[in-house]
């Protein structure tokens, strides 16, 4: 866990930018991405931190959010701010 795990490496799958002899590029080189952090250093996490999560990166213009989340049963705080 920690700040350069799952998370970095989705970024780098979707947004690294090609042709520049590092050795790997991602899908899209101009993404602009927002990197918001919910999980400790152990990769805990809470619902609360989930929804200021989504609700930080609504408010800061976010228009596609990806989160790889696994849990158990349904979230209400949790699916209402995601719609």
Known sequence: ??????GTHVAGTIGAHGDNGIGFSGVCWR??????RIFDDTGFTSSAAI???????VRNGA???????GGYGDNAAEESAIA
């Open 1 to 6: 866990y920690g700040a350069n795990s799952h």
């Open 31 to 36: 993404a602009r991405i927002m990197p918001v």
């Open 51 to 57: 929804v200021a999560g989504i609700e930080y990166a």
């Open 63 to 69: 228009r596609v959010i990806n989160m790889s989340l």
